[in-house]
């Protein structure tokens, strides 16, 4: 063992520097806020706020402000979508979203119809089989472009088949799944001036999707009491798409469909909506008649079918108070 030194100075405690002079104490940190919860202090000491960590840390970047909420038309470019919904079923839907985008196309602007019904009955309506291999259930799950699956008719058609019913429940667990619809659609926002969408009787996650992609809807209602009820629960699920998704979508007009001009009650449904949608009530009414029913059979929209009769008449008059909103 090797002997200390004799010649050595014995090390004092007064020389050895202490371990609190060497350690710079914390500065106070002038960003914390004033009143502390009462808690112990050691406790206390030893919590630290995001804020306060961050004003010790070096300078760092100026914080980036959270990206606004893109409204459905900047995507989209100057091409408006106009969806027809309403979850009562059997209000002539389809009727007007396929005689309302012909009318549009007779006025010479281009117009794409998307069928997104899983009745497909838009699809039928053009003379088109809706056993498909591909339909829109394929276009929502980005497994193909839209315009792969887009039939040349009297208008172009985004055609639909019973295997769309299966999309709400493959788009469940994927992330952005409300605009899946609007993504879809940017490949083809310089090709079409006009999209008129035809949803199904529901206001699941497919409508939804056309809501998010939406400038404007417009409601069908057959001119009786049980399809007038579900107005007030439409207005209300857009109300959550304007606060979550798009916030520009609105419903530009109600279109009193199939109306019996004959009967007293008919009447006074058209009355009790002007009362209640005041401003918002289409003026031209879609007066019932067979040939609607004849149409489809002949794979027709009404306006090829009988051109110049009176159903034709009303939808025309019908494209042309839609079109001032636009102009």
Do not use: W
């Amino acid at each position: 063992m090797t002997q200390p030194d004799a010649n050595q100075a014995p090390v004092t405690t007064e020389e050895l520097p202490s371990v609190e002079s060497t350690v710079p104490a914390p500065q106070a940190d002038l960003s914390a806020p004033v009143e502390a919860t009462a808690t112990a202090p050691e406790e206390g000491a030893a919590r630290m706020s995001a804020s306060s960590m961050l004003s010790t840390a070096a300078p760092a970047a100026a914080p980036v402000a959270p990206p606004a909420l893109v409204p459905a038309q900047a995507p989209l470019g100057d091409m408006r979508v106009y969806v027809l919904a309403n979850q009562k079923g059997g209000v002539a839907k389809t009727t007007t979203t396929l005689n309302l985008a012909v009318a549009f196309a007779e006025a010479g602007h281009r117009v794409l119809c998307i069928d997104l019904d899983p009745q497909a009955n838009l699809t039928v309506s053009q003379g088109i089989e809706d056993d498909l291999p591909e339909s829109m259930y394929n276009v929502l799950l980005g497994q193909i472009p839209i315009k792969q699956i887009i039939q040349k008719c009297e208008i172009d058609v985004a055609v639909s088949s019973i295997d769309v019913a299966g999309a709400e429940l493959a788009l469940s667990s994927t992330i952005g799944r409300e605009r899946a619809l609007q993504r879809a659609l940017i490949p083809v926002k310089d090709d079409y001036d006009f999209v008129f969408i035809d949803t199904p009787p529901s206001l699941g996650l497919l409508t939804i999707n056309a809501f998010t992609a939406a400038h404007r809807v417009i409601v069908p209602v057959q001119c009786e009491y049980l399809s007038m009820r579900g107005l007030l629960q439409l207005e209300n699920t857009l109300e959550m798409v304007r606060e979550n998704l798009n916030p520009n979508v609105q419903i530009q007009g109600i279109v009193p469909t199939m109306v019996d001009t004959r009967t007293l009650h008919a009447q006074e449904a058209i009355e009790l909506l002007e009362e209640n949608f005041q401003g918002r009530v289409f003026r031209s009414r879609i007066n019932r008649t067979v040939r609607f029913a004849e149409a489809p059979v002949q794979g027709m929209s009404i306006m090829k079918y009988e051109p110049k009769g009176a159903a034709a008449k009303c939808y025309r008059d019908l494209a042309q108070e839609v079109m001032a909103d636009v102009q």
